[in-house]
């Protein structure tokens, strides 16, 4: 292909997603109006296979042994492009994260590459994540063989404001439980050991250790079960941890540090702990250099506006299983803004930001921009 064939196929690809947009905004907004959380997304997914499949994609919703994964393909090219696309919600909070805006832009995307593909000899691939918000959905799915051979693996995830770089935290999530004996507080204290009691000496012991780790580590968790009567000491407590540092080698040894805190409450509480993984850890980000300029100046054309250099955007440090994805296939993951809003994400008020105006815009600029991208890495 010709590089005067560029602005032509830039061109179909622009106008197959401006013919698409309403049923682009209608697949964003069926999903946020129905938010399901990680490994429950049946209608998602099924929402998602029903737009590819009516684009003439070949579908597979159940992909790779999981019944809410989706792979879709378009196409017969030798090279092959991912459109990344994520559903879940968060639990009690929506889509406060804005992945209904994720799955439109990248079925948006696929849909206009699927009608090129021939002319850049692409085969174009969707690929329904479930379960990123700490169930990694991706990670599970790269056991099962998905993303292998990828030549490019590409999604846009929503953010107060464009930002081009992901710069996450690896991040490890876990599940604690003491268990410890059950008696009546009032009459048999004697008789009890307190498992709550190990939570609250963990919590002490991780908020002392916060004073001496690095500053591109956190440590932070929600307490789950914490007993059934103020006069029954509670025989089991739970919780969810998250552990995050720069990368998968500094998370494993913060780990080992932050499991002593969890350990010392059972030690001294006399209680019995149990940890478990909730999922593999998620890895640093490797970002394809190439794309991601192709990606930057396609978004500035459309009139994207990123945060400047040197000014801080913390939602780039999000944590994401597609830092796996990007260890094993060249990927980008840019943050593109709903904007007009303050809120940021994991807040009511950026749910609500993840429809409207801006959120329908993100959703346009999202999907051509990406599909922009891939015509600029697969032009020759």
């Known amino acids: ?31 946020h109006a129905h938010p399901e959380t990680g490994w429950q997304e049946h209608r998602a997914a099924a929402w998602l296979g029903e737009e590819l499949t009516a684009a003439g994609f070949d579908v597979t919703v159940g992909a790779f042994g999981l019944p809410t994964a ?26 406060a994260c804005g992945h209904n805006l994720i799955a439109a ?31 990694g959905g991706k990670i599970e799915m790269l056991e099962r063989g998905a993303f292998a051979g990828l030549d490019l693996a590409m999604m846009a995830h929503p953010a107060p404001r464009d930002v081009a770089e992901a710069q996450p935290f690896a991040v490890a999530h876990s599940h604690i439980a003491y268990d410890g004996v059950s008696a009546h507080a009032g009459t048999y204290p004697d ?30 968790g929600i307490q789950t079960v914490g007993g059934e009567a103020p ?18 080698a500094e998370l494993a040894a913060l ?25 593999k850890p998620y890895s640093e980000f490797r970002t394809d250099g190439a794309a991601l300029a192709a990606y930057v100046a396609n978004a500035t054309a459309l009139g994207r506006v990123f945060v400047p250099d040197g000014e801080d955007m913390p939602m780039r440090r999000a944590s994401t299983d597609m830092g796996n994805v990007s260890q094993l296939v060249p990927a980008i993951h ?24 801006g959120a329908e815009a993100m959703v346009i600029d999202a999907a051509t921009a990406l599909a922009w991208t891939a015509v600029d890495v697969f032009r020759t």
């Open 1 to 31: 292909m010709t590089v005067d064939a560029v602005p032509a196929l830039k061109a179909a690809v622009q106008e197959r997603i401006a013919r698409d947009r309403a049923r682009l905004i209608a697949l964003s907004e069926r999903i």
């Open 70 to 95: 989706v792979h879709a393909t378009s196409g017969r090219g030798a090279r092959r492009v991912g459109l990344v696309a994520e559903y879940d919600a968060l639990p009690g909070l929506g889509h």
């Open 105 to 135: 832009s990248s079925v948006g995307a696929a849909r206009a590459l699927g009608a090129v593909a021939d002319e850049l000899d692409l085969t174009v691939e969707l690929y329904g994540t479930p379960a990123e918000e700490g169930g």
């Open 191 to 220: 008789r009890g050991v307190n498992a709550n009691d190990a939570f609250v000496i963990a919590q002490v012991a991780i908020g002392l250790l916060r004073q001496q780790l690095p500053a591109g580590t956190r440590v932070h």
């Open 231 to 248: 006069n029954a000491i509670p025989a089991r407590t739970e919780g969810r941890w998250y552990v995050r540092a720069e990368n998968l």
């Open 255 to 279: 780990e080992e540090r932050v499991r002593r805190c969890f350990e010392a409450g059972a030690i001294a509480s006399g209680t019995r702990l149990t940890i478990t993984p909730e999922s």
């Open 334 to 357: 840019p943050y593109v803004g709903v904007g007009p809003t303050t809120a940021s994400n994991h807040q009511p008020e950026f749910a609500a930001a993840c429809i409207g105006p």
